[in-house]
C-alpha cells in the first residue's frame, strides 16, 4: 500500500537533493543574476536568490528534481536497463529526454522562462557548464537541465516581480501573483 506524501516532505527531499549533487542555490542565483542584470541594474544577489528559493516550492519542480537526479543516480550505479543505462550513461546528444522533464517544468513561468531556458540549455554558464562537463565525476544528465529549468523559472519570476515594484503594485496585489505562481 502506498501512502499519501506531503508536499513539505517532497520539498525537503528535492532540496537535499541538490545538494547531495552539490548545487546550491547561491550557484542557481548567480545564474539568475547574469540572465537579469542586463534589465536591472540594480538588481541584487539577495532577490535572485529569494526567487530561487521561491521557485523550489513549487511541485512540479520539485518532482521534476527528484526524477532527474534519481535516474541519474540509478545510472551512475548501472542499475538502467540497457540500452537506456549507456544513453544516460553517455550524455546521449540525441537523448532530449532530459531536456523534455526540465522544459515541462518550465511552462508554469511563462514565456520568458521557456526562452531563457533555450538559452541555458545552449550557452550553459556557471554550474550548468560544470555539471555538463563529462570530465566531472558523477552523471548529470538530467541535473544540468534541471539547474538551467530553476534559473529560468527564478529569471522569470524575478522579471515580473521587479515589474510588480516598478508599476508600484500594492503589497496585496504582488502576494496574490506570488500566490498565482504556487499552483500546481
Do not use: W
Amino acid at each position: 500500500m502506498f501512502r499519501k506524501v506531503h508536499s513539505r516532505e517532497v520539498e525537503t527531499a528535492a532540496r537535499a537533493l541538490l545538494t547531495e549533487r552539490g548545487v546550491t542555490l547561491e550557484a542557481i542565483a548567480e545564474i539568475v543574476y547574469e540572465m537579469q542584470v542586463p534589465f536591472s541594474p540594480h538588481l541584487t544577489m539577495a532577490e535572485c536568490f529569494e526567487s530561487v528559493d521561491a521557485v523550489l516550492t513549487k511541485r512540479e519542480i520539485q518532482h521534476a528534481v527528484l526524477v532527474g537526479i534519481e535516474l541519474d543516480k540509478l545510472a551512475e550505479k548501472g542499475m538502467l536497463s540497457e540500452p537506456l543505462q549507456s544513453i544516460v550513461a553517455s550524455d546521449e546528444g540525441l537523448f532530449g529526454v532530459d531536456e523534455t522533464i526540465a522544459l515541462g517544468a518550465v511552462f508554469g513561468y511563462g514565456s520568458i522562462a521557456v526562452t531563457t531556458f533555450g538559452y541555458l540549455d545552449k550557452y550553459k554558464p556557471g554550474i550548468i557548464r560544470q555539471l555538463d562537463t563529462k570530465g566531472t565525476p558523477g552523471i548529470h544528465t538530467f541535473l544540468d537541465d534541471l539547474v538551467a529549468s530553476i534559473a529560468s523559472n527564478a529569471s522569470s519570476r524575478l522579471a515580473h516581480r521587479l515589474r510588480d515594484h516598478e508599476e508600484r503594485l500594492s503589497k496585496e496585489e504582488i502576494e496574490m501573483h506570488d500566490e498565482e505562481e504556487r499552483i500546481g
